[in-house]
């Protein structure tokens, strides 16, 4: 009973995947806004802010809550300048003046890297147990606002709120050592907040293969280091055979432990291009398990997706991520049982479709992201994915393809998009009007709509006597 609590845990982690909040400016170069030296001195780390104009505050643009609903930056950062604050308003931290004037230009920060994870986002930081930590550039990407009450007003889809143009510039050093970006150690590295990545310090070497490079904690349980030795590039490679090459260079994968804490088992995980950050917590998956063994298989298999489905083709807007999120764990739950024999998968769709009923009863799913219901963009994508599976005929990887070649220039598939390839494929407009709905408004009896959903597009399943309705 407890270990099946822990792996509901585990579900509910969640992962990121790649998104530019702020999309590049193609042609005219953006101003100079933020300049930030992060510096790594022994134990001690600073990050030296210098803003181009005098704001009354700059809000963060990466700016997400942690599992308990805070924020992580106080847990953090102590700034050492006198008369600034760190603020939280809306869905944004920002830094303000404390007596309501315009901020200082200089802005001192030091910090400890923050080593827990955070929901719909990149990690902070992963650290490593031997004291290896790879801080996430886009965490100091910041932009100013003309008072800090509007930030209260800003939505969660930045990209269509029109940010102001600011561009943040960030330089990682270690003093005396060397940092590892891209692949490469070299003296510093200066990052730009059009392409967010993981920057090293510390002594972590990366293990490079034909497949991939990894970065693996040395204290990771040995089961989950084989694990992901072996499945990853297998299912890097099954993947490409059924949805073409993934985009971008060679992958590297950085895997963090952080520990065998107490009550918990936990994996985690994020997607960059050619990136997949993984890190995993608790006593609850120190040794090998069947149901361990299952989950990390699936886990993999997700970040895995994200390639593809998350970086191969992006979804529009967070409103959105229902396309990515129950994409990628559709693949997964398709992946898993070529690696692994005898995984259940009807188990696994059950529980999904169950999440998806609890989570659509009169709300809509898009908006879910804003009362901190995730689950719901992850349990009823793929509901509306084994929709769009069986009006392929069977082959969601199919379906993925084409959303894959039919990505038109941006590289975005939006809703209306594949909305809009649903009705290609199932010939029948009232299965994606009735998905629309249930994404705006939810439904008074979320069970009808659904079953109704699957009888039109003939997704296996049954109703029981009682009126339960089950996956087959
Ligand atoms: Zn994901």
Redesign the pocket.
């Known amino acids: 009973m407890k270990r099946a609590t822990l792996y509901l845990l585990l579900m509910l982690a969640?992962?990121?995947?790649p998104r530019t909040v702020q999309e590049p400016h193609a042609g005219a170069a953006k101003p100079a806004g933020v300049l930030v030296n992060v510096l790594r001195k022994g134990e001690g780390w600073t990050a030296d802010f210098r803003f181009d104009r005098a704001a009354p505050a700059w809000v963060f643009v990466r700016s997400p809550i942690t599992p308990d609903g805070g924020s992580w930056r106080p847990q953090s950062w102590t700034i050492e300048t006198p008369g600034v604050r760190l603020e939280r308003r809306g869905r944004y931290d920002l830094l303000v003046a404390a007596d309501g004037g315009p901020m200082p230009r200089r802005v001192r920060i030091r910090f400890r890297p923050y080593g827990g994870t955070v929901a719909t986002s990149y990690d902070p930081a992963l650290i490593f147990s031997d004291g290896s930590v790879a801080l996430f550039s886009e965490q100091f990407d910041a932009f100013p606002l003309s008072s800090a009450d509007a930030a209260g007003a800003l939505p969660a889809d930045l990209n269509r709120a029109g940010v102001p143009d600011s561009r943040t510039r960030v330089r990682f050093r270690e003093a005396g050592g060397a940092v590892l970006h891209a692949g490469r150690r070299v003296g510093s590295v200066t990052v730009d907040d059009d392409s967010g990545s993981y920057v090293l310090f510390g002594p972590a070497k990366p293990i490079v293969s034909d497949a991939m490079a990894a970065v693996i904690d040395p204290q990771l349980p040995a089961w989950i280091r084989a694990t992901l030795q072996r499945s990853v590039p297998e299912m890097l490679g099954r993947y490409a055979a059924v949805l073409g090459p993934p985009p971008g260079p060679k992958p590297t994968v950085m895997v963090s432990w952080a520990g065998p804490t107490k009550g918990t088992a936990s994996m985690s995980?994020?997607?960059l291009p050619g990136f997949i950050a993984m890190r995993y917590e608790g006593e609850g998956i120190q040794t090998e398990s069947p149901r361990g063994r299952e989950f990390g298989l699936w886990f993999i298999a997700?970040?895995a997706?994200?390639f593809w489905l998350?970086q191969a083709v992006r979804y529009g807007s967070p409103y959105e991520s229902w396309i990515?999120?129950g994409g990628?764990?559709l693949l997964a739950v398709r992946m898993v049982p070529q690696v692994h024999a005898g995984y259940d998968v009807r188990s696994k769709l059950q529980t999904e479709l169950d999440d998806c009923v609890k989570l659509s009863a009169g709300r809509g799913i898009a908006k879910a992201i804003e009362r901190n219901e995730l689950r719901a963009h992850?349990a009823c994508g793929v509901v509306f994915a084994l929709v769009a599976e069986a009006a392929s005929g069977g082959s969601f990887s199919k379906f993925v393809q084409r959303l894959i070649s039919e990505k038109g220039t941006d590289g975005e598939v939006t809703r209306a998009e594949w909305l809009a390839l649903l009705d290609e494929s199932s010939k029948d407009p009232s299965i994606s009007r009735d998905i629309g709905r249930l994404l705006d408004h939810g439904a008074t009896d979320p069970k009808a709509a659904i079953l109704s959903l699957f009888a039109r597009a003939s997704v296996r399943h049954s109703v029981s006597p009682e009126g339960a309705l089950r996956m087959l």
């Open positions: 969640g992962c990121a995947s995980g994020s997607v997700h970040e997706a994200h998350g990515t999120e990628a764990d992850y």
